[in-house]
């Protein structure tokens, strides 16, 4: 006999092609508003370098910017499944387990008495 496979939550299965979109996007945007960036910066900072490589930087920074920004905001879109633990249930474990720690107190205490006698 085979065991039968567990599948994937539905909801789960596309996670991997959101977060390829994700990137994809955050990309695009970060092309479509490096430039704009960069003459801005050129603009308004008097130092700013003139180095083909800035652009590039920039928009390495922007992409991360924006990937960031969106993973925020699907962290707070995506519904959280609920605990299975709750605060009544905590409390009567641990109820049990200092009775149980009690019980072994005296037992313990019952076997070194009988120990002494001897």
């Given at each position: 006999m085979s065991m039968p496979r567990k599948t994937p939550p539905r909801?789960?299965?596309?996670?991997?092609?959101?977060?390829?979109?994700?990137?994809?996007s955050s990309a695009a945007l970060a092309?479509?508003?490096?430039?704009?960036?960069?003459t801005y910066l050129r603009s308004s900072l008097?130092?700013?370098?003139r180095d083909p490589k800035v652009p590039i930087i920039v928009g390495v920074i922007l992409f991360a910017l924006f990937a960031m920004?969106?993973?925020?905001?699907?962290?707070?879109?995506?519904?959280?499944?609920?605990?299975?633990?709750?605060e009544i249930q905590m409390a009567k474990d641990r109820k049990v387990m200092v009775n149980q720690k009690m019980a072994r107190k005296?037992?313990?205490?019952?076997?070194?008495r009988q120990g002494r006698a001897r």
């Amino acid at each position: 006999m085979s065991m039968p496979r567990k599948t994937p939550p539905r909801g789960r299965a596309f996670w991997p092609v959101l977060g390829f979109l994700l990137a994809l996007s955050s990309a695009a945007l970060a092309f479509v508003f490096t430039d704009p960036t960069v003459t801005y910066l050129r603009s308004s900072l008097r130092g700013f370098p003139r180095d083909p490589k800035v652009p590039i930087i920039v928009g390495v920074i922007l992409f991360a910017l924006f990937a960031m920004i969106f993973s925020l905001i699907v962290a707070f879109a995506v519904p959280r499944k609920k605990s299975a633990v709750t605060e009544i249930q905590m409390a009567k474990d641990r109820k049990v387990m200092v009775n149980q720690k009690m019980a072994r107190k005296i037992k313990q205490r019952e076997i070194n008495r009988q120990g002494r006698a001897r």
